[in-house]
C-alpha cells in the first residue's frame, strides 16, 4: 500500500513514463547500506504483527553502484508493505538484495493467501484490483505494483511475481 502522501509524486511519474519523460537518476550508493537501512525499517512492523521477518543483503559493504535511490527505495517499500499487508500473524517474510552477473536482484517472499491465477497476470495493471468474491476488499489504489514494474523497465530490468494459493508470493525485481 502507498501512503496517501506519496500517491501524487507516484501520479505524476506515471504521467511522465507516459510522455516517455521519466529517467532514472542514478547516484553512486553503497549497496550494503542501502538496502539494509530500508529492510531494517520494517522490523517494529514485523514485531507488532508478529511476523518472522529476515533479510539477507548479499553485496558486500563497500561494494557501490549507480542506482536511482529514490525509485529503488519506492520498490523496496511497495513490495514490503504489500507482504506486510497480505501476511497474517504467525507468517513469514524474507527479503534479499543480491547482485549476481552485474544485475541487482531484490527478492521479497511472504507466507501469505498467494494470488489467484487469474490475478496474476494483471497484477502489474495500473490500478487492478482483484474482484474475486472469495477475497475482502483490502484497500490500496492498484498504483504500487505498476509503479514498481515501470520502475524496473525504466532501469533496463524486469520484475516477475510467482504465488501459489495458500502458500505465498514471491516477488523478484531486476535490473543492471
Known amino acids: 500500500p502507498v501512503p496517501e502522501t506519496q500517491l501524487l509524486p507516484l501520479a505524476l511519474d506515471l504521467g511522465k513514463l507516459d510522455l ?6 542514478p547516484k553512486p550508493t553503497e549497496l550494503s547500506t542501502f538496502f539494509g537501512s530500508y529492510f531494517a525499517q520494517f522490523e517494529s512492523l514485523a514485531e507488532r504483527k508478529e511476523i518472522d521477518f529476515s533479510y ?23 513490495l514490503l508493505s ?5 501476511t497474517p500473524s504467525g507468517g513469514r517474510i524474507t527479503a534479499k538484495a543480491s547482485v549476481k552477473d552485474s544485475t541487482l536482484v531484490l527478492s521479497i517472499a ?14 502489474f495493471d495500473r490500478y487492478f484490483q482483484s474482484n474475486r468474491p472469495d477475497k475482502p476488499i483490502e484497500g490500496g489504489t492498484g498504483i504500487g505494483l505498476a509503479i ?7 532501469f533496463g530490468g524486469k520484475i516477475e511475481a510467482d504465488s501459489r494459493l495458500g502458500e505465498g508470493t514471491v516477488f523478484e525485481v531486476s535490473f543492471p
Open 56 to 78: 539477507e543483503i548479499g553485496p558486500p559493504p563497500g561494494l557501490t553502484a549507480g542506482i536511482d535511490r529514490e525509485k529503488c527505495r519506492q520498490i523496496v517499500y511497495n
Open 20 to 25: 516517455g519523460k521519466l529517467q532514472p537518476n
Open 82 to 86: 504489500n507482504a506486510f499487508k497480505f
Open 110 to 123: 511472504d507466507s501469505g493467501p498467494g494470488i489467484h491465477p487469474d490475478d496474476l497476470a494483471h497484477i
Open 148 to 154: 514498481c514494474s515501470e520502475y524496473a523497465k525504466l
